[in-house]
């Protein structure tokens, strides 16, 4: 049999952490630009065009966390990259405009004149590429039981006496202890 002081229990607690595996080593140039009306696709388009220039760097980076342990809780790809959007207005007249003023006999003069349509530029640079990425802590929780020294310093309660024995008996209350007063109405 084994006694108090030789047990003890090992067990173990699973937590996951947490945290965001950033990359933001993005070049001075890496800047996207788009002359469009819609710009509802352009944003996608320069996150694609960025995850196309910067993937192998990122996929190295992200293998380096997965060595350790570490795993992505969504898929790696362009929607990851954040952006930052500016859009410029441009109202000048380019050599672009007199080549199609003169391609189309000045309908495009006319119709750039009454319809006052500038240009809309839509230009892209790349912020962080974000990945919220988890890894499994196992933390080893050592249950012993207390050494003898412990032991000896815990008191172990005395034996308490039962409502049987004299000592702790209710005393019995008599009147005469609390005289009672009598209120007449």
């Known amino acids: 049999m084994i006694s108090g002081a030789e047990t003890m ?30 710009d509802r696709d352009t944003a996608s388009l320069a996150q694609l065009t960025f995850w196309h220039s ?35 207005i441009d109202s000048h007249i380019a050599p672009s405009d007199i080549l199609l003023w003169f391609m189309t006999l000045g309908i495009a003069l006319f119709v750039q004149l009454v319809l006052d349509t500038p240009r809309r530029y839509a230009t892209y640079k790349p912020l ?35 409502l049987a024995e004299e000592s702790y008996r209710t005393p019995e209350i008599s009147s005469q202890s609390f005289p009672l007063k009598r209120h007449s109405n």
């Open 9 to 38: 229990a090992n067990t173990s607690e699973n937590r996951w952490e947490y945290r965001d595996f950033i990359y933001h080593q993005w070049n001075a140039r890496d800047i996207w630009a788009s002359l469009s009306p819609n």
């Open 128 to 162: 962080e590429f974000r990945l919220r990425m988890r890894h499994l802590n196992v933390t080893n929780i050592s249950l012993e039981a207390p050494s003898a020294s412990v032991q000896q310093q815990i008191r172990r309660p005395e034996r308490c006496p039962s």
């Open 54 to 88: 910067h993937q192998a760097e990122i996929k190295n980076t992200l293998n380096r966390w997965q060595e350790q342990g570490w795993e992505a809780l969504g898929e790696p790809g362009p929607a990851s990259i954040r952006l930052r959007k500016s859009i410029r």
